[in-house]
């Protein structure tokens, strides 16, 4: 099954991978360096797997068998003003008229915990939300922002 890369931890050797069919009630998959057959330093979010296998593990499917299938040439973004913030997330009404939430995690500068970017929000900013993977209507009336990498447009530094 072809899977999309929506998160990467170069640092522990694994990443998660997005695929559009079911497997045990999920879709995330939970892929280790040791079962890739290339080196995960090159993996980016956005990039295409093949999971040849998975098994099920208390914590959801992981893989067993992990190959790079491509990277995609073409990324779907999103633009939108940042409407409400909190200590870990932002709510970003896009240009469409839609309502995004985005994790501080999902911030291109997102590393030890911590992004800088997302420190210096302020309700009003601009914000870029490239390589969108998915984003997963939710019944509350908002949309969960899967795998994306978002940037604050107001700095020129992350443009």
Not at 2 to 24: H, N, W, Y
Not at 29 to 51: K, P
Request: hydrophobic share 40%.
């Amino acid at each position: 099954m072809l899977g999309t890369v929506a998160m990467v931890d170069r640092r522990k050797g694994f990443c998660f991978a997005i695929v559009s069919e079911e497997v045990d009630g999920e879709t995330r998959i939970f892929c280790h360096q040791e079962q890739m057959d290339f080196v995960i330093a090159d993996l980016q979010v956005g990039d295409w797997l093949e999971i040849a296998g998975t098994e099920s593990t208390m914590r959801g499917p992981r893989a067993t068998r992990v190959t790079f299938h491509s990277r995609p040439e073409a990324e779907r973004q999103i633009e939108g003003m940042v409407r409400r913030i909190s200590a870990t997330f932002c709510f970003v009404t896009t240009d469409d008229g839609r309502s995004v939430f985005i994790s501080r995690k999902q911030f291109a500068d997102f590393a030890n915990g911590e992004s800088q970017t997302f420190a210096k929000l302020v309700l009003g900013d601009r914000v870029r939300i490239g390589r969108v993977l998915e984003a997963i209507p939710n019944p509350m009336g908002y949309e969960v922002v899967m795998g994306s990498i978002a940037h604050n447009t107001r700095s020129a530094k992350v443009l």
